[in-house]
Every structure is written in C-alpha cells, then in structure tokens.
C-alpha cells in the first residue's frame, strides 16, 4: 500500500456528518437581477444573488445546490445566497456582458484563461485575494501549491481563487475480465501494454476523441521531454505537433487502436465507450473519477452481459502520471467593484467551500484528492465503500506527477474537432504518426491565423 501525502489540518470525523446534513435541500429560485445584493434594514442580512449554471438539471447543481444551502444555514441571520439559473453554454457570455456594463455579480463562477487574462484581470475588475489568504494561513495551506503559484501575478496579488482539490484522470479495468494483482501505475508503457496482451480498451474517436486523448496523453508523458511538452502547453498552446515525445506517443496510441480496441471504437462516442465497458466488451476504459458513480448498483440499469460494477477497479496512469491542470484558475473570483459588505459574504463563502468538512463533502460526491488536507476517519471510512475511489485515493501519492490533458494545451478548434476526425485515418493504417503530427500541426496553424 502507497503512504499518502499528509499535510497539517488534522479534521474530527464528525464534522462530516454535519456537513453533509443540508444534502437535500435546494436553494429558491430568484427573479432578481444579476449580482443584485441587499441589506436588509430589519434584520442586517447581506444578501446576493449569483448567475450559476450549476441548477437544475445541470450535473454539477448535484452537489452545489445543497452546499450555497449548507452556507446559508451556517450563516444564517447574517448571509444569505440565492441563485439564479443561467443554461452552461450561454453563461460566460452572460458574465462579459455584464462585465461590459459594470454589473458582474460579487461571486463570479469563471476559469476561462482568456478572458481572465486579457481582460478581467487587466481591467482591475477581480478582487485581490491575496492579503485574505496571508491572514488565513491554514486554508491557504489546503490549495494546490501549482494552482497558488500560477494564480500569483508579479505583483503578489492572488485574483482567482486556487483550487483545494484535483480530479486525476486515469482508468478503470474490469477485475472479472483482468484479473491482474500488479501495481500499473508504476510501470512503464511499454510494461503495461505487455502486461494487458490482447484485452480491450473502450475508446472513443468520434468528437473529441476523449479516451483515446487520454491514453496518449498517458504515452506523450512516458516519452522523454513529454511531461515538460504538456505543461509547457498550458500558457502557450502547443501548435507544432513534431516534437519526438509526441510522434512516439501516436505510435503508441496506433498500436492501442489496431491491436487493442473493442469492437465499434473507430467512430464511436464517449456514450458508446461507455456502454462498451458496462457490457464485458472492454476490459479498460480511460475517465476521471466522477465516472464511479456508474459502476454504483443504483445505475445497474445501464449495465449488461453480467457486467458488474463491483468488478471495476482503478489506477492512475504507468509512471505515477494523473491527468490533470493543477496550474490553472480556480473557479471563483470576486468582483472588485463589488460593496465591502458583499465581498465580505464573498470571502466568507470562499472559506466555507474550502474548510475540511466541504471539501470532504465534494471529494466523497464527485470524487478526486485534496493533497494539503489530512483526512478524517469518517471520510477515509465512506470513501473506501467506493472501491475505485479508493484505489484512485492510494495512487495518489507525493511522486504522483499532475499532466493536462492533451486536448486541453492545444487549439480548442482543433482539440474539439480535428484530433477526433484524424484519428480514424491512424487506427486503419492510412496515416504514419508524422502523417498524424503534420495534419495536426497544420490544423493548429489554420487555427491560430484565423
């Protein structure tokens, strides 16, 4: 068994029981206007309204809904959050329109680079954490350390609040299918394709190619140099696709494809993928952990061919490599031109979603590692009832190395459509990885001249 990370924070259990007691109620619905906050002459309560568009049907109002309702109760007669539906694909161009107008919500939900970069940040419309997590040393001590440092400008000052807490994608494999007692993730890819031999991998190539991007994600960080290729990629979008790392990765990925994917891979979706691992067609699939909730006994109505999700186990890629942009914006940033008593509540619930008993709350709902925050007995306790967020939590280790996904250091034009359309013409033969490297770097030149 690999020792886990520990960093200071020590948590009682109980605490999590109590947080996670709000879990089934929903905020109210608002009609008021975007960012809209008030306080109250009769009782003092500040309160605001935030667009999300984690509400309603959308899979993230899952898990956030109940927790702006956990905030509102713990501050209660003080605090008070409403939320106001906004549909995902229509919100950031809700919040730069309301940014031009000068009425960005106190609690604005963004991490898109550029639009933070080139204009919220430059225009002085984000508050400056910076001071506030200096005066908060032990929640300064839970965030990524990769996540603080790429939210620091040269100044010092702090505009986006860093993320506690990573996802590392890796894969799941069907024990009923392989049955193997190896430790993979501290192979090689050579090691690990030997050990697999003829078993299959769920991929997908139709739209993003999702599955088959995270496998040579896996095979570009094996290569030498191909850690720093991928890292190097999230400031600057990686546009010429000749580096060796990466043509050796699309071997290897060529390989996987012609040798080792399930039946109806080429041209399938990630549903399809999907649905081939949950029906004993693969004995593989590549996803991050929010997956474990369909291989759960409530989803069973989704699994077929005596497949069975107690079989399913977990493990980060060979090489101790989790996929994930630890050195990214977190989710939230405060509006600068927001009233001192707002940024207050703001501030407030900032600390709240990241004090120990939330954080373990989310972990245990939609799954990953928050590396600087020592676990308490009750959510080591529930989070083993998951098996594969188990094994997930084990490889997570202080030798694991954190990568960005391929699709996400490259032209989004190219990673949501080229990438995926390309790869067909690899698994048939019909290309040779400099075939497949050229393609994508000429893509990636059309993308960026436009």
Same mark, same amino acid.
């Given at each position: 068994?690999?020792?886990?990370?520990?960093?200071?924070?020590?948590?009682?259990?109980?605490?999590?029981?109590?947080?996670?007691?709000? @879990?089934?109620?929903?905020?109210?619905?608002? $009609?008021?206007?975007?960012?809209?906050?008030?306080?109250?002459?009769?009782? /003092?309560?500040?309160?605001?309204?935030?667009?999300?568009?984690?509400? /309603?049907?959308?899979?993230? %109002?899952?898990?956030? +809904?109940?927790?702006? +309702?956990?905030?509102?109760?713990?501050?209660?007669?003080?605090?008070h959050i409403t939320l106001e539906s906004v549909p995902q694909d229509t919100f950031l161009d809700q919040m730069k329109m309301l940014a031009q107008q000068g009425e960005l919500p106190v609690l604005v939900q963004s991490g898109d680079v550029d639009w933070l970069t080139n204009v919220v940040y430059p225009n002085g419309l984000a508050y400056d954490l910076s001071g506030w997590l200096d005066e908060h040393p032990d929640l300064k001590a839970r965030l990524l350390p990769d996540g603080l440092a790429? @939210?620091?400008?040269?100044?010092?000052?702090?505009?986006?609040?860093?993320?506690?807490?990573?996802?590392?994608?890796?894969?799941?494999?069907?024990?009923?299918?392989?049955? $193997?007692?190896?430790?993979?993730?501290?192979?090689?890819?050579?090691?690990?394709?030997?050990?697999?031999?003829?078993?299959?991998?769920?991929?997908?190539? %139709?739209?993003?190619?999702?599955?088959?991007?995270?496998?040579?994600?896996?095979?570009?960080?094996?290569?030498?140099?191909?850690?720093?290729?991928?890292?190097? /990629?999230?400031?600057?979008?990686?546009?010429?696709?000749?580096?060796?790392?990466?043509?050796?990765?699309?071997?290897?990925?060529?390989?996987?494809?012609?040798?080792?994917?399930?039946?109806?891979?080429?041209?399938?979706?990630?549903?399809?993928?999907?649905?081939?691992?949950?029906?004993?067609?693969?004995?593989?699939?590549?996803?991050?952990?929010?997956?474990?909730?369909?291989?759960?006994?409530?989803?069973?109505?989704?699994?077929?061919?005596?497949?069975?999700?107690?079989?399913?186990?977990?493990?980060?890629?060979?090489?101790?490599?989790?996929?994930?942009? $630890?050195?990214?914006?977190?989710?939230?940033?405060?509006?600068?031109?927001?009233?001192?008593?707002?940024?207050?509540?703001?501030?407030?619930?900032?600390?709240?979603?990241?004090?120990?008993?939330?954080?373990?709350?989310?972990?245990?709902?939609?799954?990953?590692?928050?590396?600087?925050?020592?676990?308490?007995?009750?959510?080591?306790?529930?989070?083993?009832?998951?098996?594969?967020?188990?094994?997930?939590?084990?490889?997570?280790?202080?030798?694991?190395?954190?990568?960005?996904?391929?699709?996400?250091?490259?032209?989004?034009?190219?990673?949501?459509?080229?990438?995926?359309?390309?790869?067909?013409?690899?698994?048939?033969?019909?290309?040779?990885?400099?075939?497949?490297?050229?393609?994508?770097?000429?893509?990636?030149?059309?993308? $960026?001249?436009?």
């Open positions: 068994m690999k020792k886990k990370r520990i960093f200071a924070g020590l948590l009682a259990g109980a605490v999590l029981t109590a947080g996670l007691a709000g @879990c089934g109620s929903t905020p109210s619905s608002s $009609t008021a206007p975007s960012g809209s906050a008030a306080a109250s002459g009769a009782t /003092g309560v500040v309160e605001v309204t935030i667009p999300s568009y984690k509400t /309603g049907e959308n899979v993230g %109002a899952v898990f956030f +809904e109940p927790q702006v +309702e956990r905030f509102n109760q713990a501050y209660e007669g003080k605090y790429f @939210c620091t400008d040269d100044s010092g000052a702090v505009y986006s609040m860093p993320l506690a807490t990573v996802r590392p994608t890796g894969f799941f494999w069907n024990s009923a299918l392989w049955d $193997t007692q190896e430790d993979l993730s501290a192979m090689t890819m050579d090691q690990f394709i030997t050990a697999m031999g003829d078993q299959k991998i769920a991929f997908s190539t %139709a739209e993003n190619g999702w599955v088959a991007a995270l496998f040579l994600t896996a095979a570009i960080a094996d290569e030498e140099g191909g850690i720093d290729w991928l890292q190097a /990629g999230v400031e600057n979008r990686i546009t010429d696709f000749s580096e060796p790392a990466f043509v050796n990765a699309i071997a290897t990925l060529q390989q996987m494809l012609q040798n080792n994917a399930a039946p109806n891979s080429i041209g399938a979706t990630y549903a399809d993928a999907a649905n081939s691992f949950m029906s004993n067609q693969a004995a593989l699939i590549a996803n991050g952990p929010w997956m474990s909730s369909d291989f759960a006994e409530t989803n069973s109505a989704n699994w077929s061919n005596g497949f069975n999700g107690a079989d399913v186990r977990a493990a980060l890629f060979p090489g101790q490599v989790g996929i994930a942009n $630890t050195a990214t914006y977190g989710e939230w940033f405060i509006s600068a031109n927001a009233a001192p008593e707002e940024i207050e509540l703001a501030l407030a619930f900032l600390e709240f979603i990241n004090s120990p008993e939330e954080l373990e709350a989310y972990l245990l709902a939609e799954g990953g590692d928050a590396p600087g925050l020592t676990y308490s007995d009750g959510f080591k306790e529930e989070q083993g009832k998951t098996q594969v967020l188990a094994d997930l939590a084990a490889d997570t280790t202080a030798d694991t190395v954190f990568v960005p996904c391929i699709l996400d250091v490259i032209p989004s034009s190219v990673a949501n459509s080229d990438f995926g359309m390309l790869l067909p013409s690899l698994a048939d033969g019909t290309f040779t990885p400099e075939d497949f490297a050229q393609r994508m770097t000429q893509a990636a030149t059309e993308a $960026t001249a436009e």
